[in-house]
């Protein structure tokens, strides 16, 4: 027994009946005999009451040393191989220490005493007073990594717990095992050559080969630093398996492929583009594949020429900065009629819908929609609030018609109103916050979507019929080409076309801006239904009050950069106004992007708008909005235009570093 044991059996009493002794005698010197005979009374019985309180208390003592050794697990000579030690729960001091856990803390018996808190860092002996066994965190102690164990010991009494041991667990080794199992972990990557059919059209065989030769090379050369399995499935899709070790310098590179690819070029000078989808901590390879195939279908309905990291939660996006080249195909949206329209049949009622706070766009698109159900004679509602709408004038109009008498109702009646044979098509959205009612969609278990706005990471799903072309102007585009595969001419009425062509206005700014050949034909096709462009400028117009807010909106702007127009309002606004002024702001020599902000309730509305290299899309997909590279907006609750304001400027920030 060491002699902080002796120490705490032999508590020091003597010295005070020494004094006590002294006193007596004092007293008895000057006479005071009667005093004195008292206090040697009194000195006697206490030190007759010590002798045997003291000789009670060893015993306990000892009786709960004892119990402390059994917990410690000694018997003859034989130690515990778990480096232990003995600590008071009042203040953590070390009592007493084995060998292992000496040499392991560098605890020294003949130095002043000291704490489990001085010993091994960040730890605390209050989880034991409370009654656990496992201190919560790992302790490192020089290069190897403990768990920490502990018992309370207690006395017959149960208030009377003042030791608890502690025992050290090295699961170094584990832990590095573990480490190499998740470094080593497989990531299953799908390459695909997004423009492929357009690299190789019109080119000799020759030359195709020497196009594939190129591309092999450029693929080849940048997975060998990854020392992975590189393996051609077709002629336009690779496979490429790497550990998990090596994904993180590919993400901090961003993917150099993605650039290094734009070297490859075709006779006519087209570069070629890739999309790349990998998929991460799978629990086997068939579920990363899936992952990485989900990867694959995100970066192309985000436009391609990107690489997306899929793990069990999230979506990663790198590169993506490309505007969109248009690879549709009217093979799909002539499948996609086909099938909306048996759909569509089958239902016994449809119900469209578009995002909060409908536009042009949305409304157009909608109408086109149920004129595909008119034409299969299925009663057809469209899901919008009558009062928060970019649209009304254009809603009052449409219900003046007959055919649309009582189409337009709110989400809650829908939702009333909706069976399981009901189908709900969603239009100019492809993010369930952004519908106009999120209830009806997750009661609804057949959902369409025809959208063009580059996908999110959160997405609607599952979806029957998906028509997502972020290469398209406007879903009022998309609609009009299902139109032409579905129904004849006379089916669509005046009103009809003029809404699709307004949401192509709306939505191109005049065919100024996402506008290619399949835009103008969509075009062209509402014109001769019966689309009169006059009356759909008409829509487009402001009245003079709102014409002279919006130039309000414009002289609040500053530049930033050189040419990014940045408008922060204090007071609130209508969408459509912050709309029409950061497409305003756009006319303005030398703004190639411009962002709108202002309070709205409990939220900031953030509007933004490009014509240049800028992808406001990417721009304010970190401050929780989406879109497309030349629109986009955001919603951010709970808010200040100053927080969103310094959030968007530091976004916009590594949106140019990077």
Same mark, same amino acid.
């Given at each position: 027994?060491?002699?902080?044991?002796?120490?705490?059996?032999?508590?020091?009493?003597?010295?005070?009946?020494?004094?006590?002794?002294?006193?007596?005698?004092?007293?008895?010197?000057?006479?005071?005999?009667?005093?004195?005979?008292?206090?040697?009374?009194?000195?006697?019985?206490?030190?007759?009451?010590?002798?045997?309180?003291?000789?009670?208390?060893?015993?306990?003592?000892?009786?709960?040393?004892?119990?402390?050794?059994?917990?410690?697990?000694?018997?003859?000579?034989?130690?515990?191989?778990?480096?232990?030690?003995?600590?008071?729960?009042?203040?953590?001091?070390?009592?007493?220490?084995?060998?292992?856990?000496?040499?392991?803390?560098?605890?020294?018996?003949?130095?002043?005493?000291?704490?489990?808190?001085?010993?091994?860092?960040?730890?605390?002996?209050?989880?034991?007073?409370?009654?656990?066994?496992?201190?919560?965190?790992?302790?490192?102690?020089?290069?190897?990594?403990?768990?920490?164990?502990?018992?309370?010991?207690?006395?017959?009494?149960?208030?009377?717990?003042?030791?608890?041991?502690?025992?050290?667990?090295?699961?170094?080794?584990?832990?590095?095992?573990?480490?190499?199992?998740?470094?080593?972990?497989?990531?299953?990557?799908?390459?695909?050559?997004?423009?492929?059919?357009?690299?190789?059209?019109?080119?000799?065989?020759?030359?195709?080969?020497?196009?594939?030769?190129?591309?092999?090379?450029?693929?080849?050369?940048?997975?060998?630093?990854?020392?992975?399995?590189?393996?051609?499935?077709?002629?336009?899709?690779?496979?490429?398996?790497?550990?998990?070790?090596?994904?993180?310098?590919?993400?901090?590179?961003?993917?150099?492929?993605?650039?290094?690819?734009?070297?490859?070029?075709?006779?006519?000078?087209?570069?070629?583009?890739?999309?790349?989808?990998?998929?991460?901590?799978?629990?086997?390879?068939?579920?990363?594949?899936?992952?990485?195939?989900?990867?694959?279908?995100?970066?192309?309905?985000?436009?391609?020429?990107?690489?997306?990291?899929?793990?069990?939660?999230?979506?990663?996006?790198?590169?993506?900065?490309?505007?969109?080249?248009?690879?549709?195909?009217?093979?799909?949206?002539?499948?996609?009629?086909?099938?909306?329209?048996?759909?569509?049949?089958?239902?016994?009622?449809?119900?469209?819908?578009?995002?909060?706070?409908?536009?042009?766009?949305?409304?157009?698109?909608?109408?086109?929609?149920?004129?595909?159900?008119?034409?299969?004679?299925?009663?057809?509602?469209?899901?919008?609030?009558?009062?928060?709408?970019?649209?009304?004038?254009?809603?009052? !109009?449409?219900?003046? *018609?007959?055919?649309?008498? =009582?189409?337009?109702?709110?989400?809650?009646?829908? +939702? &009333? $109103?909706? @069976?399981?044979?009901?189908?709900?098509?969603?239009?100019?959205?492809?993010?369930?916050?952004?519908?106009?009612?999120?209830?009806?969609?997750?009661?609804?278990?057949?959902?369409?979507?025809?959208?063009?706005?580059?996908?999110?990471?959160?997405?609607?799903?599952?979806?029957?019929?998906?028509?997502?072309?972020?290469?398209?102007?406007?879903?009022?585009?998309?609609?009009?080409?299902?139109?032409?595969?579905?129904?004849?001419?006379?089916?669509?009425?005046?009103?009809?076309?003029?809404?699709?062509?307004?949401?192509?206005?709306?939505?191109?700014?005049?065919?100024?801006?996402?506008?290619?050949?399949?835009?103008? !034909?969509?075009?062209? *096709?509402?014109?001769?239904? =019966?689309?009169?462009?006059?009356?759909?400028?008409? +829509? &487009? $117009?402001? @009245?003079?009050?709102?014409?002279?807010?919006?130039?309000?909106?414009?002289?609040?702007?500053?530049?930033?950069?050189?040419?990014?127009?940045?408008?922060?309002?204090?007071?609130?606004?209508?969408?459509?106004?912050?709309?029409?002024?950061?497409?305003?702001?756009?006319?303005?020599?030398?703004?190639?992007?411009?962002?709108?902000?202002?309070?709205?309730?409990?939220?900031?509305?953030?509007?933004?708008?490009?014509?240049?290299?800028?992808?406001?899309?990417?721009?304010?997909?970190?401050?929780?909005?989406?879109?497309?590279?030349?629109?986009?907006?955001?919603?951010?609750?709970?808010?200040?235009?100053?927080?969103?304001?310094?959030?968007? *400027?530091?976004?916009?920030?590594?949106?140019?570093?990077?």
């Amino acid at each position: 027994m060491n002699k902080k044991m002796g120490r705490l059996l032999r508590p020091g009493f003597n010295t005070c009946f020494i004094v006590m002794a002294c006193f007596c005698i004092a007293t008895f010197f000057i006479q005071h005999y009667a005093l004195a005979t008292v206090e040697t009374i009194v000195t006697l019985g206490l030190l007759v009451f010590y002798t045997l309180d003291r000789s009670r208390r060893n015993k306990e003592i000892q009786t709960f040393i004892q119990n402390a050794y059994n917990t410690m697990d000694m018997t003859k000579g034989v130690e515990n191989p778990l480096p232990m030690a003995l600590v008071r729960l009042g203040d953590g001091g070390v009592i007493w220490a084995s060998e292992r856990f000496a040499s392991v803390t560098g605890y020294r018996e003949q130095l002043p005493e000291q704490s489990v808190e001085t010993l091994l860092p960040g730890i605390t002996v209050d989880w034991l007073v409370s009654g656990k066994t496992e201190f919560p965190y790992d302790v490192t102690v020089g290069s190897r990594r403990y768990r920490v164990y502990g018992t309370a010991i207690r006395t017959d009494d149960p208030s009377g717990t003042i030791l608890g041991m502690l025992y050290l667990s090295d699961l170094t080794e584990m832990y590095q095992i573990r480490d190499e199992y998740i470094r080593s972990r497989p990531v299953v990557s799908i390459i695909l050559v997004d423009n492929y059919e357009e690299l190789t059209m019109n080119l000799s065989e020759s030359a195709i080969s020497t196009m594939n030769a190129e591309i092999n090379d450029a693929i080849t050369k940048w997975a060998e630093g990854y020392h992975g399995l590189l393996r051609k499935l077709e002629r336009n899709r690779y496979l490429l398996v790497f550990e998990k070790r090596d994904l993180d310098s590919a993400m901090q590179e961003k993917f150099t492929i993605l650039e290094d690819i734009h070297k490859v070029v075709n006779p006519s000078g087209l570069a070629a583009s890739i999309s790349f989808g990998l998929g991460v901590d799978g629990v086997n390879f068939e579920e990363s594949y899936n992952f990485a195939a989900l990867s694959i279908e995100m970066a192309l309905s985000r436009g391609g020429d990107q690489a997306v990291v899929k793990d069990r939660l999230n979506f990663n996006f790198f590169g993506g900065r490309a505007k969109e080249a248009d690879r549709r195909s009217k093979v799909r949206s002539r499948v996609t009629a086909n099938s909306l329209m048996e759909l569509i049949g089958q239902s016994s009622q449809v119900f469209i819908m578009g995002h909060k706070n409908a536009d042009l766009d949305a409304v157009g698109a909608a109408m086109g929609i149920s004129c595909m159900c008119r034409k299969k004679g299925k009663k057809a509602y469209i899901v919008i609030d009558r009062e928060a709408n970019a649209a009304k004038q254009l809603v009052e !109009e449409i219900c003046q *018609v007959p055919e649309y008498a =009582g189409v337009f109702i709110s989400g809650e009646d829908a +939702l &009333l $109103q909706c @069976d399981n044979r009901s189908t709900l098509v969603v239009v100019d959205t492809n993010r369930p916050d952004q519908v106009e009612s999120r209830q009806l969609l997750d009661a609804m278990s057949r959902v369409c979507v025809v959208d063009h706005h580059r996908r999110a990471a959160d997405y609607i799903e599952p979806v029957v019929v998906n028509l997502h072309e972020p290469y398209a102007s406007s879903a009022s585009e998309l609609v009009t080409e299902l139109l032409q595969y579905s129904v004849e001419k006379p089916d669509v009425l005046p009103i009809e076309a003029k809404s699709l062509l307004a949401g192509i206005f709306l939505d191109t700014k005049n065919f100024n801006v996402r506008t290619g050949e399949r835009t103008f !034909e969509a075009a062209a *096709v509402l014109r001769r239904m =019966g689309a009169d462009t006059v009356e759909v400028k008409k +829509l &487009l $117009q402001n @009245d003079f009050q709102e014409t002279m807010a919006k130039y309000q909106i414009i002289k609040s702007a500053r530049l930033y950069r050189q040419e990014i127009a940045i408008a922060a309002l204090n007071t609130s606004t209508t969408r459509s106004l912050a709309a029409r002024a950061a497409d305003e702001l756009l006319n303005i020599s030398g703004i190639t992007a411009s962002f709108v902000l202002y309070p709205d309730g409990n939220q900031v509305i953030v509007s933004a708008r490009s014509i240049g290299d800028a992808n406001v899309q990417m721009i304010l997909e970190p401050l929780g909005g989406g879109g497309n590279t030349a629109t986009a907006g955001a919603q951010i609750k709970d808010s200040t235009v100053k927080a969103v304001l310094d959030n968007l *400027v530091a976004s916009i920030d590594k949106y140019y570093e990077e």
